[in-house]
């Protein structure tokens, strides 16, 4: 053989008995069979075998399996983000002449898309109360094929009744998917509550430390993965090995850093809620939270992510103030990771409430409590 041809021999050469605690990287778009009888285009690989790397490599499958044991989901596909994730289940359910609900309290882009991609494609659909539980009987229709909930809300927190959610739905053959990324999949379980798509973006606390994009897209039973994997097939939404790997890498960390998360954020809610300058505070495990009751009925807990709202006394451009005066807390966008965060939303629309500009989010990192307190409590002195 000649030197050339030995360079491309994909034929391993060291021992293949090695054995380690971390899941290799499988990087490759090219599988290769033994024979051309078994050659296949095939997305089920967990069933049938490797067919090519854009359905998966052995790093992306384990990450897919791993997840669905912690979700109890019957299958799991992994996909480039929350975005994709959601993206995934419409087009999966939706199709033109279709009606599908959505919360107002809902991810942003989620209710970007229904208004942008779904109203293109002539399908329609409608935003309602989150907190309306068994009430949403009356908001189904003949075309309703999908309904989906967040819980809890995006910035505003509403803690939903998805099990009454789901009883409605099902009464009428309607599946239900759940953005359940708050929970990381473990503080609320969607399948033992009834749902039939569980999604996180596994970017937030599966990731942790706000270095990747991924999102999942969990399946009840037999019957909604087979309506997801055909669609997911064709959308080519292939993931990066590397990224699997680290969010693998996340998931060993994952029961001590929501344990923290949870202790540290309780406790600046806490500090907040008895702040004279503050109004409110969103945090699902405080009774000023709409729908706390249902969180104590069906949450083991909560995490790292909460608003709150400045008095009326405080002005909107006190409150970007307030914001461009934290230290400790960065402003971003994203939440879950190991850094605290701080946004305020100048602009949310919620119907029949007016904030004013002067709700703010945070997402509570590893930091030691005292310090951020403290560095709240300097911002805050800025507006007294």
């Known amino acids: 053989m000649d030197w050339r041809t030995k360079l491309l021999n994909p034929s391993p050469k060291a021992r293949q008995d090695y054995r380690s605690l971390a899941t290799p990287v499988y990087r490759g778009s090219t599988v290769l069979f033994h024979e051309q009888s078994v050659v296949t285009d095939d997305w089920q690989q967990a069933e049938h075998g490797y067919s090519y790397g854009l359905y998966g490599t052995p790093t992306t499958l384990e990450l897919a399996a791993r997840i669905a044991e912690l979700e109890g989901a019957s299958e799991t596909f992994i996909v480039p983000g929350g975005q994709a994730a959601i993206a995934l289940i419409y087009f999966s359910y939706c199709q033109a002449g279709s009606h599908a609900l959505v919360p107002h309290s809902a991810y942003g882009p989620n209710k970007a898309m229904a208004e942008g991609i779904m109203r293109g494609l002539n399908i329609e659909v409608e935003a309602y109360d989150p907190l309306i539980g068994a009430g949403i009987y009356g908001l189904i229709r003949e075309n309703t094929s999908l309904i989906w909930c967040e819980s809890p809300g995006s910035v505003t927190m509403e803690v939903q009744d998805v099990p009454a959610i789901v009883q409605a739905a099902h009464a009428h053959g309607v599946a239900v998917a759940l953005d359940n990324t708050y929970a990381a999949g473990v503080m609320f379980d969607a399948f033992a509550h009834g749902v039939d798509i569980s999604m996180q973006a596994l970017t937030k606390y599966v990731g942790g430390h706000s270095d990747l994009l991924l999102g999942s897209v969990s399946a009840r039973d037999k019957q909604a993965y087979d309506k997801l994997g055909p669609i997911y ?90 914001i461009n005066q934290l230290q400790i807390f960065k402003i971003g966008m994203s939440w879950g990771g190991v850094n605290s965060l701080a946004v305020v939303y100048p602009d949310l629309q919620r119907p029949h409430h007016d904030y004013g500009g002067r709700i703010v989010r945070l997402n509570i990192g590893l930091e030691k409590v005292e310090d951020l307190t403290g560095d709240l409590a300097q911002a805050m002195a800025t507006l007294s």
């Not at 699997?244 to 923290?260: P, Y």
């Not at 505070?281 to 992510?305: E, N, Q």
Request: charged share 20%; glycine share 4%.
């Open 233 to 322: 097939q064709q959308l080519g939404l292939a993931v990066s090995p590397d990224d699997c790997s680290l969010a693998l890498r996340g998931l060993q960390t994952l029961a001590v850093r929501l344990e923290v998360l949870e202790r540290n954020t309780l406790e600046i809610a806490n500090w907040l809620a008895d702040h004279p300058l503050v109004a409110q505070v969103l945090h699902p495990a405080l009774p000023t939270c709409p729908g706390h009751a249902v969180w104590a009925r069906d949450f083991s807990g909560s995490t790292s992510v909460f608003s709150f709202i400045f008095k009326e006394t405080i002005a909107a451009d006190r409150v970007v103030e307030f």
